[in-house]
Each structure stands twice: as structure tokens, then as C-alpha cells.
């Protein structure tokens, strides 16, 4: 069945370190792909979405790009903050089966 | 706008004991989820919504979880026994309809632990 990995974490870096998280999948066909972002004591929210091989989604100085020859589509940022701190997950939209599955989610945590 | 809201945030019970958990989703949201997020895990969906008729109930364990959404809007889970191992977080989500199953927004959750 469809599925996402993650890298695991913790990962720790010190503020204006430069992140990435990699992620990648299996999927029949073509699906969504997304990372969200939980904060401490919130619910996910979503950072950023490609639909489509090629395809970059960006937001808040965090990008990243749908590759579809090595499934993945790994989570970046030049320079990240302390209140960058959460857990990032990834995800991909399953059209075959009509729901959203998730990797197991990564952790960062970023130091002044 | 408000958010996706979720209710009590933290519960704690004994096996054995009921539970239930509410969630008003964000107004006018006719899709609803259900998810469980288990510590180190991602959410994974236990039953989906479509106004107030359950779509997609393939995940929950119904021999001990119901869920009810009544009038289309709210929304209230139930475990009947809890056992240790539904400890989890429960999340709550909602998208503005089926077309757009893949635009969540989730609420903050509820921790239940059972001790």
C-alpha cells in the first residue's frame, strides 16, 4: 500500500543552521504530496503542498520539490529560527484510497 | 475564522472506564475526520464524514469505538471499554468538502491516557 518514510529524528541544529529533512514515498499513480507542521500543544497545520511531479512548494522560507524519479520530496530551509522548533510531518494524498497518510514525523529542534 | 475545536484537551481514565471526545469543525465544512496519533507515529484516520454519514469507517476498531455526527456539524468519538493501548492522541480535522479531501485542518487534539 501507499506509504512515507521519514528520516528520524531529533534533529538538533543551532539557529541559521541550514535543515533538511528527507522524506520519501510509495504511491501508486500520482499523489499530493505535503509537509505539516505541529507545534508544541497545537494541532498540524499545513506548511507547504506540490501536486505534481517537478513542482516546488514553499512557504514561511521552508521549500520543497516533488521529485517523482526518486520519490521523494525532502523538506529544506537556509536558515531556520528557534521558533522553527515542532515536529514536521509528511505526507502524501492518496487518490486510490481517498485518505491522507502521513510519515512517522521528525522532530526539530533548533538552538540559539 | 476559528479553528477546528477539540474538547477536553487532556483526559485521563482507568481501563476499563468510558470516554468520549467532541470536535466542532471549522463552519461550513461539510468533511470530517476522526484520526489517532499514537506517540512517534503520524495521525493515521480512524473514520470520515461526509455531512452526517460516516464514508470511510474501515479503521475503527468498532468493537469497542463509535463515533456520531448527528446534524452534520459536530462531532463526538467514543471508547467503550478503553484499554492501556488506546492511549493517543485524538485528532479532529475538517476540509470544505469532498472535492478537497486533501485541504485539512485539524484541531489541536486530545490526549487521552489510560492508566
Known amino acids: 500500500g501507499d506509504s512515507v518514510t521519514q528520516m528520524e529524528g531529533p534533529v538538533t541544529l543551532s539557529e541559521e543552521a541550514f535543515l533538511t529533512i528527507n522524506c520519501t514515498y510509495t504511491?501508486?499513480?500520482?499523489?499530493?504530496l505535503f509537509w505539516y507542521v505541529q507545534y508544541p500543544g497545537e494541532g498540524l497545520q499545513l506548511l507547504l503542498k506540490?501536486?505534481?511531479?517537478?513542482d516546488k512548494g514553499s512557504n514561511k522560507g521552508f521549500e520543497a520539490t516533488y521529485r517523482k524519479e526518486t520519490t521523494s520530496f525532502h523538506l529544506e530551509k537556509g536558515s531556520v529560527q528557534v521558533s522553527d522548533s515542532a515536529v514536521y510531518f509528511c505526507a502524501l494524498w492518496s487518490g486510490n484510497t481517498g485518505k491522507l497518510i502521513f510519515g512517522q514525523g521528525t522532530t526539530l529542534q533548533v538552538k540559539p | 475564522e476559528a479553528g477546528v475545536v477539540q474538547s477536553p484537551r487532556y483526559k485521563i481514565i482507568e481501563k476499563k472506564q468510558p470516554v468520549a471526545f467532541w470536535c466542532n469543525p471549522i463552519?461550513?465544512?461539510?468533511?470530517l475526520y476522526w484520526y489517532r496519533q499514537n506517540l512517534g507515529q503520524g495521525p493515521e484516520l480512524l473514520i470520515r464524514?461526509?455531512?452526517?454519514?460516516?464514508?470511510?469507517d474501515s479503521q475503527l476498531p468498532k468493537d469497542r469505538f463509535s463515533a456520531e455526527r448527528l446534524k452534520g456539524v459536530d462531532s463526538t468519538l467514543k471508547i467503550q471499554p478503553a484499554e492501556l493501548g488506546d492511549s493517543a492522541v485524538y485528532l479532529c480535522a475538517s476540509s470544505p468538502n469532498s472535492g478537497r479531501q486533501y485541504e485539512q485542518y485539524f484541531g489541536p487534539g486530545t490526549r487521552l491516557t489510560v492508566t
Open positions: 463552519s461550513g465544512h461539510n468533511t
Open positions: 464524514y461526509e455531512n452526517e454519514e460516516a464514508v470511510d
Open positions: 506540490a501536486t505534481k511531479a517537478d
Open positions: 504511491a501508486t499513480g500520482y499523489p499530493s
